[in-house]
C-alpha cells in the first residue's frame, strides 16, 4: 500500500540578503517600479477565499511553477495537502523572498504521495486507499491519465483542472470566450478531451484555462527569453509587424483563481479563462520587460519567417497570430481580478527569478544571428 509522508524541511544551502527582500508577493529592489503590499489569497474587494472546512486534498504534480504556489495557498488555508509526483524533484524548496518561517511551517505540512500517474493500477489502489475530498490536477495533459482517479475516488467533491486556452479554435473574432468553437485538433487536444470526459462523469468538475503564464519559477521560456536577450545587450528579433496581440496571466494571480473555485458553488461544472488584466502587442511586450528588468528600451528587429530555415529550433516564444481571452466570466461568478498589471508582474518575476541568475534555459542566439546576419546584408 502507498504511504503519504510528510516532506522534511532542510534550510537550502544558499541564503539571501534580508535587506533585499520583503515578502514573498513581491520585493523592492532598486527599480523605479513600486510594489503594492498584497495577499495573494484574498481579492482587493475583501473577499476571504475559504472552503467551507479543511479539506483533505491531493494535487497531481505540484513541484513546479504553479503547483509551487497553489500548494501554499491551500496550506495556509488549513487543508492537508498531499502531492502526488514521481520524486524527481524536491518536494518543498524556500523560494527566494519567503520567510523562513513561513517555509518551515509549510515543509511541516505538505505530504508527499510518490508514483507515477501512468501506473494506472498504482493510481487506483493508492489514490483508493487514502481517499481525497478535492483533486486539483496541474499537471495531466490526456483523458486516459484522469480516468483511474476519477474511478479511484467514487465520494469526491470536486475535480478541479488546468486546462489551456489553446484549446480554442483560431478565429478572427476575438477575444476567445469559454462559448467559443474549440479545435479538437490542437496541441491541446488531451486537455480538451479531459473536459469533455469530467462532463461526461457523474462528477463535480472545475476547469480554467490559462493564456500564456509567466512568473517567478517559470519553465517555459516566456519572460526569460525576452530577459536574456536584454541582459546581453542585444536587439530583439520579433516575427512581421511586432503588432500581434497577446495576453500573459501572472502564475500567482492564477494561484488565487484556483483558490476561489475551491468548494465555490458557481464553480461547479464551469470553465473559465484565467490571465491578465490587458492585452499587449509583440513589441509591447519586448518594452514591458525592459522597463521591468530596469534596461534601456531594446532595438526591435522584425523579420518575415517564411524567409528563413530554422530547422527545428524555435525562433520566437509566442504563437505568430493574435491570441487572447476574455476573463469577464471569472471576475463576474467568482469575484475574481488580476492582482498584477503587467510590468508590475514582470518585475515580480525579474526580481524572484532572472535578476538573481537563476533561469530555467541558457540563452540561445542561434536563430537570432541567423536573422541579424540577414539584416546586416540587407542594409549593406
Known sequence: MARLVVAQYKQPAFSLPSSSLSDFHGIKLNTPIQYKKRVVHQTRGGLQVKA???????????TRFIGIFLSRLLVKEGHQVTLFTRGKAPIS????????SDYADFASKILHLKGDRKDFDFVKTSLAAEGFDVVYDINGREADEVEPILDAL??????????SAGVYLKSDLLPHFETDAVDPKSRHKGKLETESLLESRDVNWTSLRPVYIYGPLNYNPVEEW???????????????????????????????????VLGNEKASKQVFNISGEKYVT?????????KAAGFPEPKLVHYNPKEFDFGKKKAFPFRDQHFFASIE?????????PEFDLVEGLADSYNLDFGRGTFRKEADFFTDDIILSKELVLQS
Open 226 to 260: 525576452f530577459f536574456h536577450r536584454l541582459k546581453a545587450g542585444r536587439p530583439i528579433p520579433i516575427p512581421n509587424s511586432g503588432n500581434q496581440i497577446t495576453q500573459l496571466g501572472h502564475v500567482k494571480d492564477l494561484a488565487t483563481a484556483f483558490l476561489l
Open 329 to 337: 466570466k471569472a471576475k463576474s461568478l467568482l469575484g475574481w481580478k
Open 93 to 100: 524548496q524556500q523560494l527566494p523572498g519567503e520567510v523562513d
Open 282 to 290: 509583440f513589441d509591447g511586450l519586448a518594452r514591458a520587460c525592459a
Open 52 to 62: 467551507s472546512s479543511a479539506k483533505k486534498i491531493l494535487i497531481m504534480g505540484g
Open 154 to 163: 467514487p465520494k469526491l467533491e470536486q475535480y478541479i483542472y488546468c486546462s
